[in-house]
DNA sequence: AGTTATACGGAGGACGCCTCCGCTTAGCAA
DNA sequence: TTGCTAAGCGGAGGCGTCCTCCGTATAACT
C-alpha cells in the first residue's frame, strides 16, 4: 500500500517549536547587549542548541533580526490590547508611548541591524508600520471617545511624531528628553485645558 | 651629544600620509559597494597596502567609518563653498541639497554604521552637524540677501527639513521622492510668488 | 653618508560563518 | 505497543576574516 505523497503534514514537532522560541528570546538578549555584530555562535550556545539548529531555523542573519523585530513590534501590539483595560484612556496612551521608548532603548545595538534589514525588506516595514498605526489607532479612539483628547489627530500622525522624537537617539540624555516631550505632545492633546 | 628626547617632531611621512588617502579612497568605495560588514582585507587590497598598514592608521573598523564619513562631510562644505559663484543663490541652495540626497543615495551600506558610530560618538555628530549647518546657513544667507527667499526659516530648520526626509530612505523609490519634496520646499521658500 | 624614528607588509593564531551529514526522536499507523 | 519514517538535532570541519606582532625598508634629519 503505497503512503499517499504526502499532501498531509504531520503537526510540526515540538521541540522544534521550543527550539526556535528559546533561539529567539536569547538572541533578544545577545543582541541587546553585543550589538548588531554579536556572534551566532552565541546565541546558539545561549539557546542551548546546536548552530545546525539555529541555521536551521534562521538561514541568515537577517531572518534572525526581522523575526526578533517582529515579535516586539506583536509584543506592543498586545500591550495596547492590555491596556484597554486601564481606567483613563489618555493614561494609557501615555504609558504606551512610554514603553516604545523603552523599546527603542533597550535596543541600541539592533537599531542599526533594523535599518539594513528595513532597507532591504519594505515588506518588513509596511509590516510593523500597520501593526503601531493600529495600536495607536485603538487607544487614540478610545481617549477621543471619553472626550479626553482631541479627535483631529490621527494615529500616523502620532506615529510620526514618536518617530521624529526617538531619531534623536543618538545624543546623550535623549531618551529623557523623549519621555519630556511625550508628555507635553500627550498634555497638548487633552481636551479640557485644566492641566491635571 | 645627547638628542634631546624628542621635543621636536619629525615631520610625518610622506608616505604614511599618501597611504592613509589611499585606504581612505578605498575603504569609501569598497563600503559603498559592499555595505558596512565589507571585508577590510579588501580595502587593504584595493588600496594596495599591506593589512598591518591599514590597522596602523585605523586601529577599528569604526576609525574608519568615521574617517570617511568627516571626508564627506567636508566635501559637502567645500561645495558650499564653490557653490557661492553660482549666480543664481537659490539655484546654488537646490543644487547644494540635490547633493546631499546623492551623498546619502550612494551610502546605503554605510548609512547602518553610522548610526552605530553617531550613537558611540556624539562629537562627531556635533562635528557634522555643525559643518552642515554652516554650509546651509552660507547657502541660505546669500538667498536671502538677494532678496529671492524669505527670511524666517534657519539653516537648523533646512537640515531637519533635509534629514526628515532623507529618513524615508527605506521605501523603494525614495530618492525622486525627496528630490520632488526638495523642489518643493525650495519653491515654497521662494519670495515673489511668481514661479520661474 | 650615517643614524634612527617611522612606517611597511604579511605570516599566523584565533575566531566566526555556514554546510553537511550521521544520529536521534516525535508523530503516526497498525 | 511497537515499528516506521519524516523531521529535527548537533557539531565537526573547511573557509574566510580579524587583528597582532615583528623583521625589513626607508624617509627625514645630521
Redesign the pocket.
Known amino acids: 500500500?503505497e503512503?499517499k505523497p504526502?499532501e498531509?503534514?504531520?503537526?510540526?514537532?515540538?521541540?522544534?517549536q521550543?527550539?526556535?522560541e528559546r533561539v529567539l528570546e536569547a538572541a533578544k538578549a545577545v543582541f541587546s547587549v553585543g550589538g548588531a555584530?554579536?556572534?551566532?555562535?552565541?546565541v546558539a550556545r545561549q539557546a542551548?542548541?546546536?548552530?545546525?539548529?539555529l541555521?536551521?531555523?534562521f538561514?541568515?542573519?537577517e531572518d534572525l533580526f526581522e523575526a526578533v523585530y517582529r515579535r516586539e513590534v506583536e509584543q506592543l501590539a498586545e500591550l495596547a490590547e492590555e491596556l484597554k483595560t486601564e481606567p483613563s484612556p489618555v493614561e494609557a496612551l501615555r504609558r504606551w508611548l512610554r514603553s516604545t521608548v523603552q523599546f527603542v532603548a533597550t535596543k541600541k545595538g539592533m537599531m542599526a541591524a533594523l535599518a539594513i534589514v528595513m532597507n532591504a525588506n519594505s515588506e518588513l516595514a509596511a509590516y510593523s508600520h500597520g501593526h503601531l498605526t493600529r495600536s495607536i489607532g485603538a487607544l487614540l479612539a478610545r481617549a477621543v471617545a471619553a472626550g479626553e483628547i482631541r479627535s483631529d489627530i490621527s494615529a500616523d500622525d502620532v506615529l510620526r511624531a514618536l518617530i521624529g522624537m526617538c531619531y534623536m537617539h543618538d545624543q546623550t540624555g535623549w531618551q529623557q528628553s523623549v519621555l519630556r516631550l511625550l508628555d507635553v505632545f500627550v498634555d497638548g492633546m487633552k481636551t479640557g485645558k485644566a492641566r491635571e
Do not use: F, W
Not at 37 to 42: I, K, N, T
Not at 48 to 53: A, F, P, R, S, Y
Open positions: 500500500m503512503t504526502q498531509r503534514h504531520r503537526k510540526p514537532r515540538a521541540d522544534a521550543r527550539n526556535r555584530e554579536a556572534s551566532l555562535e552565541a542551548g542548541v546546536g548552530i545546525g539548529t541555521y536551521r531555523h538561514p541568515t542573519r
